[in-house]
């Protein structure tokens, strides 16, 4: 008898109020790991920049800002955690990673970018022709994802 009315206690047991504070703490955390991972992709590629005079710290950091790249999308949709400010971020991120790039391009490898320089203008031109046209057209931001 004893055992019965210990088993009833138990499965009539209603989640304490803490327990769903937790359960919607833990679902925010969850969500925003992809957001968090797109900041970092530009925290990254900024101070690659700053160590730019360092080819090997600069390839770690620039290697790790791209596997962001990677996880950010793929986790935000496992996950179920899109959203327009996900989008949005990326997209910054990934102008930022690609800066970044042409940058240390510029710096590192002069010849390279001389010798690609009219294809370098003509993909920047077309993503601020795209920014130009999407800001009048839409009143907002474009980005080509």
């Not at 138990?10 to 504070?21: C, F, I």
């Not at 240390?104 to 003509?122: G, H, R």
Request: net charge positive.
């Amino acid at each position: 008898m004893i055992i019965e009315m210990g088993e009833r206690n138990m499965s009539q047991h209603k989640p304490m109020l803490g327990d769903k504070k937790k359960r919607v703490w833990h679902r925010t955390i969850i969500k925003n790991i992809p957001n968090a991972l797109t900041l970092s992709r530009i925290i990254l590629s900024i101070w690659a920049l700053l160590v730019i005079d360092h080819p090997d710290l600069w390839i770690i950091l620039y290697t790790l800002a791209g596997t962001t790249d990677m996880l950010d999308g793929t986790l935000a949709r496992m996950l179920h955690a899109t959203s327009e400010l996900g989008t949005r971020l990326d997209s910054i991120a990934d102008y930022v990673f690609y800066t970044s790039l042409m940058i240390y391009m510029l710096v590192a490898n002069k010849s390279v970018v001389e010798a690609y320089l009219i294809p370098i203008l003509v993909i920047i031109g077309l993503h601020l022709w795209n920014l130009i046209l999407g800001y009048f057209r839409f009143k907002t931001t474009v980005f080509i994802h």
